[in-house]
């Protein structure tokens, strides 16, 4: 299937590693031009050298060092970038502050950088995706958003936030062509990961939680990028207000 992606302009936040940087890859190999940020400049400036060198230079890279809890570095960060690529067809607010504790201090992170990091990528991007044929708004939201689980504090509340969030843009947007929808993982591992960290700093929790996923595995990064590349896509078309679980079967709710 031809995604279509090709000649769109994509931001994708958090972009240098695990998911973000799989969902950055992957745009880029279908032909999209890509900004990416997260807070390492350096993490950056390697990130963009890797996928320009992946994809032989044939897409526009850049990236630049951000942290999204901040609201005017993110919204100024996001008009450069449309400024870099040319306009912005597709954003994917990724970033998460993975807070879940119950302490005050947990509960900001959570709301300033999932919460306010999508909203504020969003307002300043949504002139840019008023101009655009193919506008599309994604934000990576979590399978703690919809099930009771050990992240149910700050980091579920918030991701649940995020599901709601997307299918009220997605509504108020469908007339000027904007669709809007959420992606939600369920346990993603990868090198350097949160479930990386867990195997090692709490294998009990690891174990507990890999015996819950019925297909005997967590997810790779890759596995996320490529649902996320089909719902950002033209093919989609008509896909808008959705919230799509990419978590092999972990969760046991239904989606109603």
């Known amino acids: 299937m031809d995604l279509q992606l090709k000649g769109l302009k994509a931001l994708v936040t958090g972009g240098t590693k695990g998911i973000g940087r799989a969902i950055a890859q992957t745009l880029a190999a279908e032909g999209a031009d890509v900004a990416l940020c997260a807070r390492d400049g350096a993490v950056v400036e390697q990130t963009v050298a890797d996928i320009a060198r992946l994809t032989g230079g044939a897409v526009k890279v850049c990236g630049a060092s951000v942290d999204v809890s901040n609201g005017p570095a993110l919204q100024a960060w996001t008009r450069a970038a449309a400024a870099q690529l040319g306009g912005i067809d597709i954003v994917v607010a990724n970033v998460s502050a993975l807070s879940i504790g119950n302490d005050l201090e947990s509960w900001r992170k959570e709301f300033e950088t999932d919460l306010m990091g999508t909203v504020n990528l969003v307002d300043a991007a949504l002139p840019f995706l008023e101009a655009s044929k193919a506008a599309s708004i994604i934000a990576i939201s979590s399978v703690s958003g919809r099930e009771i689980d050990f992240a149910a504090g700050p980091y579920g509340t918030f991701k649940a936030a995020l599901i709601h969030y997307m299918q009220g843009l997605a509504f108020h947007l469908a007339p000027k062509g904007i669709r809007a929808n959420a992606v ?73």
Do not use: C
């Open 184 to 256: 939600s993982p369920g346990n993603v591992y990868f090198e350097g990961g949160v479930w990386d960290q867990i195997e090692h700093s709490d294998p009990k929790l690891f174990a507990e939680a890999l015996a819950l996923n019925p297909s005997g595995r967590m997810a790779r990064p890759q596995e996320i990028a490529n649902a996320v590349a089909f719902v950002a896509s033209p093919a989609a078309s008509f896909v808008s207000g959705a919230n799509l679980v990419v978590d092999g079967a972990l969760t046991r709710g239904v989606q109603l």
